[in-house]
């Protein structure tokens, strides 16, 4: 599989991976942090989560659902050259597109925010001209550039705009610039401090629309998600974290990702282990054959 080339396969998680031809799923690794610009490490994510993943069961007890039972297909972590961010982006825009090209649903694992443009134009350029971008996040990323990085973590979702994204929900903010709340009141939904009541009041408008979720670890508090590049004091806890998987398992997502783990960072890895339950859930809900 020409996939294959362009990944490489670390240790699976999965207890009982599906076929590529069978899975509804696939989970690959972006493990690029070269824009982080407080600290970097967030590369070792992947790797961390999988590693963390035998601490949890198969089963969740608030999906009522099996891991085991869903098809998921692990394609390892895209390998990250030496050419530069946009480089780096393309080829991964390309891998995610031959995943969504054979319906398959991408499970990204970051990486810092930088990655999610590769996943969103993959999904634009395939019929998704409609795709509603929901993220929760401690910051904005609505930067037109920084630190002269136009595909900086913090300018992502300006690129997403800027790429023809139409529809944006950002949920859990606490930390912006006057020209990024400019930009969000004028192109953007946008939530300060508060998640589950925007939530609720968005998901009759979204649930005909493919939705893509791009969940930034630091909009939990860095109390319970230490392990992080830019951590933001004040966010929701990792049992409220935990609590919307119930609010968006019905929705249409047509791709996931998760970024901004820092290993390095990380304390008893509560913050991988965090993200392992979070992952563990997407694929529940996104492996499973409807
Ligand atoms: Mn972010």
Known sequence: ?????????????LENPATWDDSRAVVMGIPLDSTSSYRAGSRFAPEEIRTVFE????????????????YVYD??????????????????EKLIASIV???KIPVLIGGDHSITYAPVSALLSSGYEDLVVLQFDAHLDLRPSY?????SHASVIYRLLERGVKEIYQMGIRSA?????????AKTNYYPHRVFAPLKKILADIEQKPVYITLDIDV?????APGTGTPEPGG??????YRVFNYIKNLNIVGFDLVEVNPAYDHSQVTSILAAKIIREALIILGSKC
């Open 147 to 151: 630190l002269e990085e136009k595909y």
């Open 1 to 13: 599989m020409q996939e294959k080339k362009l990944t490489r396969q670390k240790i699976s998680f």
């Open 220 to 224: 939990v508090d860095p109390g319970f």
């Open 101 to 103: 090209n054979q319906n």
């Open 55 to 70: 601490v949890l069961e198969d089963y969740s007890l608030q999906l009522k659902a099996n891991l085991a039972e869903s």
């Open 177 to 185: 610039t006057a020209q990024e709340l400019d930009l969000a009141r």
């Open 75 to 92: 394609l390892g972590d895209m390998l990250i050259k030496g050419d530069g961010v946009w480089q780096n982006l393309n080829r991964a």
């Open 236 to 241: 929701m806890s990792s049992a409220s974290l």
